[in-house]
């Protein structure tokens, strides 16, 4: 790969954002109205637990909701920047501007990478900060070094998505933009974000145990529950991120030899 070529797509998706205000306040605005939201539900819960006189273990619980909200924002953010920034060049019209220049594949699916890595750094950072001024929840603090493996599997799972997502839109076009935003809440009834895999049927937990989300959002209540490092979640959640990294880059690329062949992308690039 080019590191210039990579260079070059960063600053231009980069660009869109430093000169477009609504791009930079979508950034910000659902996740912050998620993080009220839930922070508000989580008080109001920690306070009907106090009254009800439930242990601190048990009021407690309610306090994984704000982990496991700005957890999912990670992983929701990674699959948007690679879907995204393919929208981008179609909505702009310079899709075929991309793939008649010397940029491979390759490194369009980096760049892709490196500006939503960054995305979701400044998203977390805010998210994390608001959690902290105004609900005392500092997330550094009670998740620890774990919160690094964590999120890098959230990371790698998002990019995997991300590719599948933009290989099918790449496919049927924009009648399918929608599942930009609709394959991750897909992903989420099934990867046990917002409680515990036990709770789910067990025909389902075969199901989730096959999402790398899963073991992640699991490990993430075993360190909050201070029973240190995760080690079998991880593990877990590496190994399938890789293979579902493979076989989503096999698929992208499978996909994009379909559309080449077929005249696609030149349809894309100019509706």
């Not at 590191?3 to 791009?23: D, E, G, N």
């Not at 699916?109 to 400044?122: D, M, P």
């Not at 993430?220 to 029973?227: A, I, P, Q």
């Not at 590496?238 to 696609?264: D, P, S, T």
């Amino acid at each position: 790969m080019n590191l210039r070529h990579i260079r070059a797509l960063v600053l231009r998706y980069t660009f869109l954002y430093t000169r477009s205000v609504p791009r930079v306040a979508e950034m910000f605005f659902w996740p912050v109205m998620d993080l009220l939201v839930w922070g508000y539900v989580t008080k109001y819960l920690q306070k009907v637990g106090s009254t009800a006189g439930l242990s601190n273990t048990e009021t407690n619980v309610f306090k994984f909701f704000l982990g496991s909200m700005i957890f999912w924002d990670i992983l929701y953010r990674a699959q948007q920047a690679v879907t995204i920034s393919f929208l981008e060049d179609i909505w702009a019209r310079n899709l075929l501007n991309i793939f008649v220049s010397p940029i491979r594949v390759s490194e369009f699916i980096a760049a892709t990478y490196v500006v939503g890595f960054v995305k979701i750094l400044i998203t977390v950072a805010i998210l994390a900060s608001l959690a902290l001024g105004l609900y005392g929840w500092n997330m550094f603090q009670m998740i620890g070094f774990p919160i690094i493996p964590l999120f890098a599997n959230l990371l790698l799972m998002g990019w995997a998505v991300g590719m599948v997502t933009t290989a099918l839109i790449m496919r049927w076009g924009q009648s399918a933009e929608a599942l930009a935003w609709g394959i991750p809440f897909l992903i989420q009834p099934v990867a046990a974000v917002f409680y515990p895999l036990s709770i789910l049927p067990s025909w389902v937990q075969v199901i989730a145990k096959g999402i790398p989300a899963t073991y992640v959002f699991e490990g993430m209540r075993y360190v909050l529950n201070g029973k240190g490092w995760p080690i079998h979640n991880l593990v877990w959640a590496f190994g399938l991120n890789v293979v579902y990294l493979i076989a989503a880059g096999l698929f992208f690329n499978y996909m994009f030899g379909v559309a080449r062949e077929k005249g696609l992308l030149a349809k894309l690039g100019t509706q």
